[in-house]
């Protein structure tokens, strides 16, 4: 049995970071990789990087076809096996960096297998058994599979298998799930091509922003061509149709070549041997862990995904961060929190959200003052038609108004989640907000709506007497 400081198992976004920080550190660390073709995990193989890349080939072909208004004509639908290759390509590039190789030439030790619990101290991979003071689970996660009669009659797609099996651009496709998968990818598939119908349960897509910020986004959809049917489900399934029935009962039937499914994913747990590791599931199948990601067993710990709570890349970068922390300083240990969370939803326009939601700050009785911000008179989003935007900004509810801290932010926009990353160092500093109205942006980028909002909220509090010692100041002085 060969004995190590920390064992990692999965190289996803969350192993890849644990098993880098152990190895800076110059400890001995060993990562274990079922696959040796998904390093990198969901976000280099399924996610954030090919579905980024499919983004930016179908926001072309959309301003190819809009260009028409000035004279050019454009037409015609995407070829999807030079889109996977183009897709397949980047990734390359990115694994490449990433993959056993790169690591053991940094001098990590890699093992390519299945790894379960032998018991609470020892990990077997095929006939070898490895035990470590620390071993971290960052097993990642799946698509949840749909169970609709008739899903075998017809193509299925996940996130997991569209980058590499859509060869042919689909008619007609029901993209089941109004979250940022199903919002992402069908305003793609439309763009490259298809009749995108998007089916979601709840009563608006994206059900985690502001209603105002889901109506936008759906009124951008619906003129784009992509249908969107809320309190609605899928029922049935053909070959070449869909049967839709809606939250009133009524039915309808649609055309349907493929179907895409986005409606959650599920962490991975399977094969693992957990219970031999004494490492206990909740209800709902998830690997029970505290505040410090620990799990029933003492010297196990669980990351990223697999932790079952905020599923993003980012997200196991700041688990990584604290678990690491805790792990080097267990004293005044920091608990997980989502106080500092923040997720852009890479729709054109994006949709970009830091902080606790309106609805969080409710629930735990956290005051504040939300200014809410329209972009229809913004210069830079007259010039480039996106007045539909929309900006709103918690902030702390008490205390001189120029000295008031930014809590949470919300931005619907093109390079929403670009634009706002200032607001949310603010946030992560501190700064207060007369700080941030008080600078000189150059003119006209699209940050300045950031100030706009700020400026707004300050301005409420020129009552008549500040007018009145305005007046007077400026008389008197001059």
Same mark, same amino acid.
């Given at each position: 049995?060969?004995?190590?400081?920390?064992?990692?198992?999965?190289?996803?976004?969350?192993?890849?970071?644990?098993?880098?920080?152990?190895?800076?550190?110059?400890?001995?660390?060993?990562?274990?990789?079922?696959?040796?073709?998904?390093?990198?995990?969901?976000?280099?193989?399924?996610?954030?990087?090919?579905?980024?890349?499919?983004?930016? !080939?179908?926001?072309?072909?959309?301003?190819?076809?809009?260009?028409?208004?000035?004279?050019?004509?454009?037409?015609?639908?995407?070829?999807?096996?030079?889109?996977?290759?183009?897709?397949?390509?980047?990734?390359?590039?990115?694994?490449?960096?990433?993959?056993?190789?790169?690591?053991?030439?940094?001098?990590?030790?890699?093992?390519?297998?299945?790894?379960?619990?032998?018991?609470?101290?020892?990990?077997?991979? *095929?006939?070898?058994?490895?035990?470590?003071?620390?071993?971290?689970?960052?097993?990642?996660?799946?698509?949840?599979?749909?169970?609709?009669?008739?899903?075998?009659?017809?193509?299925?797609?996940?996130?997991?298998?569209?980058?590499?099996?859509?060869?042919?651009?689909?008619?007609?496709? @029901?993209?089941?799930?109004? *979250?940022?998968?199903?919002?992402?990818? %069908?305003?793609?598939?439309?763009? =490259?091509?298809?009749? @995108?119908?998007?089916?979601?349960?709840?009563?608006?897509?994206?059900?985690?922003?502001?209603?105002?910020?889901?109506?936008?986004?759906?009124?951008?959809?619906?003129?784009?061509?992509?249908?969107?049917?809320?309190?609605?489900?899928?029922?049935?399934?053909?070959?070449?149709?869909?049967?839709?029935?809606?939250?009133?009962?009524?039915?309808?039937?649609?055309?349907?070549?493929?179907?895409?499914?986005?409606?959650?994913?599920?962490?991975?747990?399977?094969?693992?041997? =957990?219970?031999?590791?004494?490492?206990?599931?909740?209800?709902? %199948?998830? !690997?029970?862990?505290?505040?410090?990601?620990?799990?029933?067993?003492?010297?196990?710990?669980?990351?990223?995904?697999?932790?079952?709570?905020?599923?993003?890349?980012?997200?196991?970068?700041?688990?990584?961060?604290?678990?690491?922390?805790?792990?080097?300083?267990?004293?005044?240990?920091?608990?997980?929190?989502?106080?500092?969370?923040?997720?852009?939803?890479?729709?054109?326009?994006? @949709?970009?959200?830091?902080?606790?939601?309106?609805?969080?700050?409710?629930?735990?009785?956290?005051?504040?003052?939300?200014?809410?911000?329209?972009?229809?008179?913004?210069?830079?989003?007259?010039?480039?038609?996106?007045?539909?935007?929309?900006?709103?900004?918690?902030?702390?509810?008490?205390?001189?108004?120029?000295?008031?801290?930014?809590?949470?932010?919300?931005?619907?926009?093109?390079?929403?989640?670009?634009?706002?990353?200032?607001?949310? =160092?603010?946030?992560?500093?501190?700064?207060?907000?007369?700080?941030?109205?008080?600078?000189?942006?150059?003119?006209? @980028?699209?940050?300045?709506?950031?100030?706009?909002?700020?400026?707004?909220?300050?301005?409420?509090?020129?009552?008549?007497?500040?007018?009145?010692?305005?007046?007077?100041?400026?008389?008197?002085?001059?």
């Amino acid at each position: 049995m060969k004995k190590y400081d920390v064992i990692v198992i999965g190289a996803g976004s969350a192993g890849l970071g644990n098993s880098g920080m152990a190895n800076s550190m110059g400890l001995d660390t060993l990562l274990i990789e079922r696959n040796e073709h998904h390093f990198g995990g969901d976000c280099t193989n399924f996610g954030c990087v090919p579905s980024k890349a499919l983004i930016h !080939i179908s926001s072309q072909f959309h301003a190819a076809k809009n260009i028409s208004r000035f004279g050019v004509t454009c037409s015609g639908k995407a070829d999807m096996k030079k889109v996977l290759s183009y897709i397949h390509e980047k990734q390359d590039i990115i694994r490449g960096t990433e993959d056993a190789a790169a690591l053991r030439s940094h001098g990590m030790d890699v093992v390519i297998g299945e790894a379960k619990f032998k018991d609470k101290n020892t990990i077997q991979v *095929g006939e070898d058994l490895y035990t470590a003071k620390v071993i971290l689970l960052c097993t990642g996660s799946k698509p949840r599979k749909a169970k609709i009669p008739g899903i075998e009659n017809t193509t299925v797609y996940t996130n997991e298998n569209i980058f590499f099996d859509c060869t042919e651009l689909p008619d007609h496709l @029901v993209v089941i799930g109004g *979250g940022a998968i199903g919002c992402e990818l %069908g305003q793609c598939m439309s763009r =490259l091509g298809s009749k @995108v119908t998007l089916i979601n349960r709840g009563e608006r897509i994206l059900k985690n922003e502001p209603p105002s910020v889901s109506k936008i986004l759906e009124g951008v959809f619906e003129e784009e061509g992509i249908t969107v049917l809320n309190n609605s489900e899928v029922k049935n399934l053909t070959a070449t149709t869909a049967t839709i029935e809606n939250k009133d009962g009524t039915k309808q039937e649609i055309p349907c070549n493929a179907i895409l499914v986005a409606i959650g994913r599920v962490v991975n747990t399977e094969s693992l041997g =957990l219970e031999a590791g004494g490492i206990e599931l909740t209800k709902r %199948g998830k !690997i029970k862990n505290d505040p410090y990601f620990k799990t029933t067993n003492p010297k196990v710990y669980v990351i990223g995904d697999a932790a079952g709570t905020y599923m993003f890349s980012h997200g196991a970068e700041k688990m990584v961060k604290m678990l690491w922390r805790n792990l080097l300083i267990p004293f005044f240990k920091k608990k997980d929190h989502q106080k500092d969370l923040s997720w852009v939803t890479f729709t054109e326009p994006q @949709v970009a959200h830091f902080g606790l939601t309106e609805q969080q700050m409710n629930d735990q009785n956290i005051r504040y003052y939300r200014q809410d911000q329209s972009l229809d008179h913004d210069d830079r989003a007259i010039i480039q038609e996106y007045t539909y935007g929309q900006q709103k900004l918690w902030m702390e509810g008490r205390g001189k108004r120029s000295k008031r801290k930014i809590l949470s932010g919300s931005l619907i926009a093109p390079n929403a989640g670009e634009m706002m990353q200032e607001l949310e =160092l603010a946030k992560h500093a501190g700064i207060p907000i007369g700080k941030v109205n008080s600078r000189v942006y150059p003119y006209p @980028v699209q940050s300045r709506i950031n100030q706009k909002t700020t400026r707004g909220f300050l301005h409420a509090t020129y009552s008549d007497f500040h007018q009145k010692m305005r007046r007077f100041a400026f008389r008197l002085f001059n």
